[in-house]
Structure formats: structure tokens, C-alpha cells
């Protein structure tokens, strides 16, 4: 089956506490992306990767790394969290070229079930 | 910066009922639209998407949404409501030639049976 698959899908940690959310995807996407859902603003794009070893930062990257070592892994990296990332998480990942205008098929998302985490 | 608003956050209809969700965005260029939905505690679904051509498109369960170019609106629309589309539903920007997608807040649909 097709899909996005993220872990750990609940996590509860202290402030400072390095933590790292995997994400895997077995679609053979090259594009990849996170995004941060809160109450009242949507969804808000942290990271993405084009590629292997091609990151580039969305609208919100503060306090997060990324890696794109692998086709099919892009963990996010809380090196030290803060309570105000408190949030639920989302993975996804499109096939080649998303963005690219005439490229029907590569604009579509394909998200993960979402890591909900807790920084205390 | 391109922004999409959603301007119902929280709509509470009766099974049977019609629906329009509002979506606006910014961008006065070359966009693809999307809604994405989102069923309690299950990850984001396309809904529907919109490229090119027919204005009106037509997604799964029934829903449609129109784009409006002269208005930048891309409304999401069903006839008659059910239970089950009790959900949270995005609306989602991309500006052709960006890596990226642009979603507005959300809309909490609430259908009552």
C-alpha cells in the first residue's frame, strides 16, 4: 500500500530534550515536505526536499533541521525543543516536480497520519 | 507573500443541508487549487484539485468546488450534507513554479444528524 508513514505518532518530552520524527515514504517520491498544524492557522510549511540531499527552508523553519540522506526517509530534527512546538506534525511527500505548472499529476500530497507532540 | 483565507472556521449544519465553504487567495498569477479534508483523527485527503480548463470541478463524496479567477476564489460546495462529512477541510494554494503548498486555517464542519 501506498503511503506515508511517520513515527512516533504521539510523543510527550521535556524542554531541550533533542527528539527526531521520522518519516518514510514508499511511493519512490522525490518530493518531500513537513508542515506544522495549529488551531486557527492551518497548516504551515517547515521543510522540504526536492531531492536527495536538496533541503530548503518553508515558512516556518525555526528550531527545526532536516536530512534528505535517503529517496524515502526525511526525519525532522528538534535539536531543542521549546513549548511552542508544541504541535501536530505532518509528513508528505508528491512525485517528481511539484510546483511545476503543467505537472497535473506531481501536485498532489500524499500526507502521513501525523506525530502530535508535547514539549513540557 | 501569498495567503489563502478561509473565512467560516466553524460551521454547524443539518443532515440534508447545503453547503459552501469560502476560500481566497492572494496570488494574482498562474495557481493550482486544492481541498484537502480531514476526518477526526485521520490524516489530510485530497478532496479535490483543480489545474486547468472546466472552471468546475468535481472531487469525491459529492463535493465540488468552482474557480472563480476575476474573484481568486476556489468555493467548495455539496448539495446535501451527511453525518459523515463531519470533518475539517482545507483549502490549498500552489503558486505554479514554488515548491510549496499555501493552506488556509480550516473549516470545522459540523453536520447534526
Known amino acids: 500500500e501506498a503511503q506515508v508513514t511517520q513515527n512516533p505518532r504521539y510523543l510527550i518530552t521535556v524542554t531541550g530534550k533533542k527528539l527526531t520524527v521520522t518519516c518514510s515514504q514508499n511511493?519512490?517520491?522525490?518530493?518531500m515536505s513537513w508542515y506544522r498544524q495549529d488551531p486557527g492557522l492551518g497548516l504551515r510549511q517547515i521543510y522540504y526536499?526536492?531531492?536527495?540531499?536538496?533541503?530548503d527552508k518553508g515558512d516556518v523553519p525555526e528550531g527545526y533541521k532536516v536530512s534528505r540522506k535517503e529517496k524515502r526517509n526525511f526525519p525532522l530534527i528538534l535539536e531543542s525543543p521549546s513549548p511552542n512546538q508544541t504541535s501536530l506534525y505532518f509528513c508528505?511527500?508528491?512525485?517528481?516536480?511539484?510546483?511545476?505548472?503543467?505537472?497535473?499529476?506531481?501536485?498532489?500530497?500524499?500526507f502521513g497520519a501525523g506525530s502530535r507532540l508535547t514539549v513540557l | 507573500a501569498q495567503s489563502v483565507s478561509q473565512h467560516n472556521h466553524h460551521v454547524i449544519l443539518s443532515e440534508a443541508a447545503s453547503l459552501e465553504l469560502g476560500c481566497n487567495y492572494s496570488?494574482?498569477?498562474?495557481?493550482?487549487l486544492f481541498w484537502y479534508v480531514q476526518y477526526p483523527g485521520q490524516h489530510l485527503q485530497l478532496l479535490l484539485k483543480y489545474f486547468s480548463g472546466d472552471p468546475l470541478v468535481k472531487g469525491i463524496k459529492g463535493f465540488e468546488a468552482e474557480f472563480i479567477k476575476s474573484k481568486f476564489s476556489f468555493n467548495l460546495r455539496k448539495p446535501s450534507v451527511q453525518w459523515s462529512d463531519t470533518a475539517e477541510y482545507f483549502c490549498a494554494v500552489n503558486q505554479a513554479g514554488r515548491r510549496a503548498l499555501t493552506f488556509g486555517s480550516g473549516t470545522r464542519l459540523q453536520v447534526q444528524p
Open positions: 526536499s526536492m531531492n536527495v540531499e536538496v533541503t
Open positions: 508528505a511527500s508528491s512525485s517528481t516536480a511539484f510546483g511545476q505548472q503543467g505537472r497535473s499529476g506531481a501536485n498532489v500530497l500524499t
Open positions: 496570488y494574482g498569477g498562474t495557481v493550482n
Open positions: 511511493m519512490n517520491h522525490e518530493y
